[in-house]
C-alpha cells in the first residue's frame, strides 16, 4: 500500500490530509471527533482575542459544488484552545492553532501566549474575508510585513501563514518575497474567495444575511484558483512546504494538488458536507491512484506537474 505519510515544520503526519481552519473544528467536541478521525492532523478554527458569537445567521450554504460562509470568526477565544491542547495531544497527531487576531497587536499577545502551549505549531490566518469593516491583511502587502516582522520575532512555535487567493502573476511575487525575508515554515493556501456572490433567482434574494450576502466561496468552484496558488508558490518558495486546501473532495483531487507541488493537504467543504469520514474515504482513494500508477510515496511525484512545451 502507498505511503501518504507527510512532514513539514519538523512534524511528521501518518496521513497527509486533515481538517481547513473553521470546518468542524471550534468546539472541544468537534476537535475531539478530528481526534479520533482519520485526518492526519488536528487544526483549530481561527481564534481570536476574545470569544466571539460570529456573523447573524444564515451564515452557511451548501451549494451544488461548493459552499458559501461568512461566518465572522466564532470562536471560543484562544484561552479556551490553548487550555484544550494537552487534551488533543492525547490523539497521538500534530496538533495546529490558527490564529487570526483582529489587530497585530491581538496577535501578537495571542502568539505570546501560544508559545507556552502544547500547540505543535501555529497557521497565522492572514486572509479571513468575513468581517465587516476589516480588509484582509494578505491583501495588503505592507501590512503583511510589518506582522511577518513583529510576529515572527517573537513566534517559537514553527509560524505557518494561510493565504488568500492571488489571481495575478506580480503579486504572487510580491508575496513571496516578503516570505522569504523571514523564517515560515509552511504555507496554507488558499482561503476561501472572498466576497462572492450567490442569489436564490426563484426568491429574488441573496442566500447569507452578513454583508448583503457577500461571502467567501469554498469547494468545488475554487479548486482550479487553489491548484494554481499552490503552483505558483511552490515555483517561487521551493523550500517552503505548500500545504493545498480549496475544492479537495476526492483522492484524485489531492494527487493533483500534490503534482502541483503540495505537501499536505486540507479539507473543509467536504468535511462539512461529509462529515470526519471524509478522511478515510479521500486517504484510501489516494492510496488506490498511487498503488496503480506505481508511486510508493508523494515524493515521487510531488511538484512533478508537465507543462506542455
Ligand atoms: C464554515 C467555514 C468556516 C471557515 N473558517 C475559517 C477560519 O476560521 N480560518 C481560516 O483560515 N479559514 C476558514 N475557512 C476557510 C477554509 O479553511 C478553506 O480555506 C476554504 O473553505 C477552502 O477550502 P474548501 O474548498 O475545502 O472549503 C472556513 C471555511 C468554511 C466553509
Same mark, same amino acid.
Given at each position: 500500500?502507498?505511503?501518504?505519510?507527510?512532514?513539514?515544520?519538523?512534524?511528521?503526519?501518518?496521513?497527509?490530509?486533515?481538517?481547513?481552519?473553521?470546518?468542524?473544528?471550534?468546539?472541544?467536541?468537534?476537535?475531539?471527533?478530528?481526534?479520533?478521525?482519520?485526518?492526519?492532523?488536528?487544526?483549530?478554527?481561527?481564534?481570536?482575542?476574545?470569544?466571539?458569537?460570529?456573523?447573524?445567521?444564515?451564515?452557511?450554504?451548501?451549494?451544488?459544488?461548493?459552499?458559501?460562509?461568512?461566518?465572522?470568526?466564532?470562536?471560543?477565544?484562544?484561552?479556551?484552545?490553548?487550555?484544550?491542547?494537552?487534551?488533543?495531544?492525547?490523539?497521538?497527531?500534530?496538533?495546529?492553532?490558527?490564529?487570526?487576531?483582529?489587530?497585530?497587536?491581538?496577535?501578537?499577545? &495571542?502568539?505570546? =501566549?501560544?508559545? /507556552?502551549?502544547?500547540?505543535?505549531?501555529? %497557521? *497565522?490566518?492572514?486572509?479571513? $474575508?468575513? +468581517?465587516?469593516?476589516?480588509?484582509?491583511?494578505?491583501?495588503?502587502?505592507?501590512?503583511?510585513?510589518?506582522?511577518?516582522?513583529?510576529?515572527?520575532?517573537?513566534?517559537?512555535?514553527?509560524?505557518?501563514?494561510?493565504?488568500?487567493?492571488?489571481?495575478?502573476?506580480?503579486?504572487?511575487?510580491?508575496?513571496?518575497?516578503?516570505?522569504?525575508?523571514?523564517?515560515?515554515?509552511?504555507?496554507?493556501?488558499?482561503?476561501?474567495?472572498?466576497?462572492?456572490?450567490?442569489?436564490?433567482?426563484?426568491?429574488?434574494?441573496?442566500?447569507?444575511?452578513?454583508?448583503?450576502?457577500?461571502?467567501?466561496?469554498?469547494?468545488?468552484? &475554487?479548486?482550479? =484558483?487553489?491548484? /494554481?496558488?499552490?503552483?505558483?508558490?511552490? %515555483? *517561487?518558495?521551493?523550500?517552503? $512546504?505548500? +500545504?493545498?486546501?480549496?475544492?479537495?473532495?476526492?483522492?484524485?483531487?489531492?494527487?493533483?494538488?500534490?503534482?502541483?507541488?503540495?505537501?499536505?493537504?486540507?479539507?473543509?467543504?467536504?468535511?462539512?458536507?461529509?462529515?470526519?469520514?471524509?478522511?478515510?474515504?479521500?486517504?484510501?482513494?489516494?492510496?488506490?491512484?498511487?498503488?496503480?500508477?506505481?508511486?510508493?510515496?508523494?515524493?515521487?511525484?510531488?511538484?512533478?506537474?508537465?507543462?506542455?512545451?
Amino acid at each position: 500500500m502507498a505511503d501518504i505519510s507527510a512532514s513539514f515544520a519538523g512534524l511528521s503526519l501518518r496521513k497527509c490530509i486533515y481538517n481547513a481552519s473553521g470546518a468542524r473544528s471550534m468546539t472541544p467536541e468537534e476537535l475531539a471527533a478530528l481526534g479520533n478521525s482519520e485526518a492526519g492532523a488536528i487544526l483549530t478554527k481561527s481564534c481570536t482575542l476574545l470569544p466571539r458569537e460570529g456573523n447573524p445567521e444564515p451564515r452557511y450554504q451548501d451549494l451544488e459544488w461548493g459552499s458559501l460562509n461568512s461566518m465572522g470568526l466564532p470562536n471560543l477565544g484562544y484561552e479556551k484552545y490553548i487550555e484544550l491542547s494537552p487534551e488533543l495531544k492525547k490523539y497521538g497527531k500534530p496538533v495546529f492553532a490558527s490564529v487570526s487576531g483582529l489587530s497585530l497587536e491581538d496577535n501578537m499577545k &495571542i502568539i505570546e =501566549a501560544m508559545n /507556552a502551549s502544547e500547540f505543535d505549531a501555529v %497557521e *497565522l490566518n492572514l486572509s479571513c $474575508p468575513n +468581517i465587516p469593516g476589516k480588509p484582509q491583511v494578505g491583501y495588503d502587502f505592507e501590512d503583511t510585513e510589518k506582522y511577518l516582522e513583529e510576529i515572527s520575532a517573537i513566534c517559537r512555535k514553527p509560524l505557518g501563514l494561510k493565504l488568500p487567493p492571488y489571481f495575478d502573476f506580480a503579486h504572487f511575487e510580491q508575496m513571496a518575497g516578503i516570505i522569504k525575508k523571514f523564517r515560515v515554515r509552511f504555507l496554507s493556501c488558499i482561503n476561501a474567495i472572498g466576497n462572492a456572490l450567490v442569489i436564490d433567482s426563484e426568491k429574488e434574494i441573496v442566500i447569507i444575511k452578513p454583508k448583503g450576502g457577500f461571502g467567501g466561496l469554498g469547494g468545488r468552484y &475554487i479548486k482550479p =484558483a487553489a491548484l /494554481a496558488n499552490v503552483r505558483k508558490f511552490h %515555483e *517561487l518558495l521551493p523550500d517552503i $512546504p505548500i +500545504i493545498g486546501v480549496g475544492g479537495i473532495f476526492t483522492g484524485r483531487d489531492v494527487f493533483e494538488f500534490v503534482l502541483a507541488g503540495a505537501t499536505a493537504v486540507q479539507l473543509g467543504t467536504v468535511l462539512m458536507q461529509e462529515g470526519t469520514s471524509c478522511f478515510g474515504r479521500v486517504a484510501r482513494e489516494l492510496e488506490e491512484i498511487m498503488d496503480k500508477k506505481g508511486y510508493p510515496s508523494l515524493e515521487r511525484f510531488r511538484g512533478k506537474l508537465k507543462v506542455i512545451e
